[in-house]
């Protein structure tokens, strides 16, 4: 974040001020995780409807949907993007490496990128049911087609990790952080 200009802050439970927008990360299992981001529910979700910028990073992106397969039953994601989360229907999981996104729309945080710009995944899970109104770019692995890129008004979201997606990645990082300027 700091290669962008902005000036993180790690935190392990949200404030309520003096920060300008929040990034949900990405690494882990949806249940290994669950208990934090069920801490904070009420938190993500009034900040989302105040209008605060929120980016959530593959495992992030995935806590925005109504559930995960991959969770316990009653793990119940925050509802910022319709759907529900599903493993990938691809012969071999889970998907790492690099791929390239198709855009499918105008989008805040892709400003700037060439459509077929390559990101680097690491996921078994992905979303499905969602709104096509709030995606925004897709990929193919395994002969499967499926959305990796949301946004809905103040929240965003991206299946693979734009903080290992060098040049690509980093743009859309900066079009976070230029968001959050706003």
């Known amino acids: 974040m700091r290669k962008v200009g902005a000036i993180p ?7 309520d001020k003096g920060f300008d927008g929040l990034i949900l990360p990405g690494v882990g299992s949806y249940s290994g995780a669950f208990r934090k981001i069920d801490e904070e529910r009420s938190s993500i979700k009034r900040l989302a409807r105040e209008g605060y ?7 992030g992106l995935q806590f925005m949907f109504n559930w995960s397969e991959e969770g316990n039953p ?9 759907g529900v989360v599903k ?17 499918t729309g105008n989008s805040v945080i892709l400003e700037g990128l060439e459509n077929g710009c390559k990101m ?22 395994d002969d499967y087609r499926f959305p990796v890129v949301f946004e809905k008004k103040n929240v965003f979201g991206t299946q693979f990790h734009p903080e290992k997606s060098w040049r690509s990645g980093l743009k859309i990082l900066s079009n976070f952080v230029n968001y959050c300027r706003r």
């Open 9 to 15: 802050n790690i935190v392990s439970n949200i404030p």
């Open 53 to 59: 910028p929120i980016l959530g990073i593959c495992l």
């Open 74 to 82: 009653g793990e119940e994601g925050l509802g910022l993007f319709k």
């Open 87 to 103: 493993k990938l229907l691809a012969k071999r999981l889970p998907h790492i490496g690099w791929n390239s996104i198709e855009r």
């Open 120 to 141: 680097y995944f690491v996921h078994s899970y992905a979303p499905t049911n969602y709104d096509p109104d709030e995606a925004f770019a897709f990929t193919n692995y």
